[in-house]
């Protein structure tokens, strides 16, 4: 059984790991179907996917961008 500062160490090692594969997945979903389909063959439903798949990326840069900066799980205030 790990302790909670244990865990949280193994967590934030993992979750940077997570959110860095997940953010380059995003990315490279979101350029292959730019480069699959040019801007002006668009219809509104893949108007709607290059948004879901922007903001999908965005959110897992931020999440990255946090975890490897140190303010992540590491400095949660139920862990001290």
């Known amino acids: 059984m790990l ?3 244990e865990f949280a160490t193994v967590q934030s090692h ?7 594969s997940s953010a380059v997945l995003a990315s490279l979903s ?5 480069i699959r389909h040019p801007l002006n063959t668009w219809s ?12 999908i990326s965005i ?11 140190g303010y992540g799980i590491n400095h949660c205030i139920w862990c001290s």
Do not use: M, Q, W
Not at 14 to 20: D, K
Not at 59 to 69: A, D, I, P, R, V
């Open 30 to 34: 979101l350029g292959t179907f730019l």
């Open 59 to 69: 959110k897992f840069y931020f999440s990255l961008l946090l975890f490897s900066t």
């Open 3 to 5: 302790t909670r500062h």
């Open 14 to 20: 993992l979750s940077t790991v997570y959110f860095a």
């Open 44 to 55: 509104k439903e893949a108007t709607n996917l290059v948004r879901i798949l922007i903001i």
